[in-house]
């Protein structure tokens, strides 16, 4: 029989992509995880990595052994949710990645329910974007996932991730001051060709979707200010130095302080949603955190009516 453990190696160097990143990942030296994995070989009696440059890569048989292991830990996640189910109260901790606006808006009030519903369970919040968070998941660094998707930039749906949907997002145009409206939300866009612009960097979801909006709407925008703090993007706007696209999560049910326009009909809305592995879904503390970002969903978009 071969030793999970390795198996569970080969696994993380299937998502991680290199040993030196597995080694982080896992408190090992590579030398380690190296020694380990060379043993697998032996225990298989075939080869599973084959050099490709100064990295390496699974063979056919390292990918067949991977797609086995997946199963074994998904049947292992069950029985670990089988045994939670089974104790009077929640217990151990729950691993939480969430992208900034709803690490503001919905993280805070889903955690005041899990702890005042499951006060001997433990959570742990990381903010982080969706692009990184996702193949995260699926390498169990986290039990959930916050994520977003933008419209007309859907994002992959591997196979092993179950999505909740949590709420949809209004996108707007935020300027300093009002602006009058001649022609509807593309010319509006478009009147703003010459101004300096906020955006995300460059490889992420959200700068693809807004350099598309404004090249649809007929120019390339002078992006002067890139961050991912949207709290940065907000106050640039606020002081005069730029122009943003900003989500509604970012005022979190208080009132705008910069003045807002509509987008392009197909562009007004985000989806914001949830992701657990799948199997993952039926353990009970994944449930609970579910049920609690689901009720503040529920009762931000009662507030503004979104």
């Known amino acids: 029989m071969f030793d999970l453990h390795r198996l569970r190696l080969l696994r993380e160097l299937k998502h991680r992509g290199t040993l030196a990143a597995v080694a982080a990942a896992l408190s090992y030296s590579p030398s380690s995880v190296s020694q380990q994995l060379s043993q697998l070989e032996t225990e298989v009696g075939v080869p599973l990595l084959e050099p490709v440059g100064r990295r390496v890569r699974l063979t056919e048989q390292a990918e067949i052994l991977v797609a086995h292991t997946e199963a074994v830990l998904e049947r292992l996640e069950r029985a670990e949710?089988?045994?939670?189910?089974?104790?009077?109260?929640?217990?151990?901790?729950?691993?939480?990645?969430?992208?900034?606006?709803?690490?503001?808006?919905?993280?805070?009030?889903?955690?005041s329910l899990l702890r005042?519903?499951?006060?001997?369970?433990?959570?742990?919040?990381?903010?982080?974007?969706?692009?990184?968070?996702?193949?995260?998941?699926?390498?169990?660094?986290?039990?959930?996932?916050?994520?977003?998707e933008y419209p007309g930039n859907p994002n992959p749906r591997p196979a092993g991730v179950e999505q909740e949907d949590l709420l949809n997002d209004v996108l707007r145009l935020a300027l300093p001051e009002p602006a009058e409206e001649r022609g509807g939300p593309t010319a509006s866009l478009r009147a703003l060709a010459d101004h300096p612009w906020a955006m995300e960097p460059e490889g992420t979801a959200a700068r693809h979707w807004a350099m598309t909006l404004c090249r649809n709407a007929g120019f390339e925008p002078d992006v002067r200010f890139e961050t991912t703090d949207l709290l940065i993007q907000l106050r640039l706007v606020e002081r005069g130095h730029a122009v943003a696209l900003l989500p509604d999560l970012v005022w979190n049910g208080q009132l705008p302080t910069v003045a807002l326009t509509s987008l392009p009909r197909g562009q007004r809305t985000r989806?914001?949603?949830?992701?657990?592995?799948?199997?993952?879904?039926?353990?009970?503390?994944v449930a609970a955190c579910r049920h609690a970002l689901q009720h503040a969903a529920a009762q931000l978009t009662a507030r503004t009516g979104n």
């Open 271 to 285: 989806r914001v949603f949830s992701a657990v592995r799948q199997g993952r879904s039926g353990h009970p503390a």
């Open 116 to 148: 005042d519903l499951h006060p001997a369970l433990r959570v742990h919040v990381t903010q982080m974007r969706p692009e990184a968070a996702l193949p995260a998941l699926l390498a169990r660094d986290f039990d959930l996932v916050v994520a977003e």
């Open 81 to 111: 949710a089988d045994i939670t189910a089974s104790l009077t109260d929640l217990t151990g901790t729950l691993r939480i990645a969430s992208f900034q606006t709803a690490a503001l808006a919905l993280v805070p009030p889903a955690l």
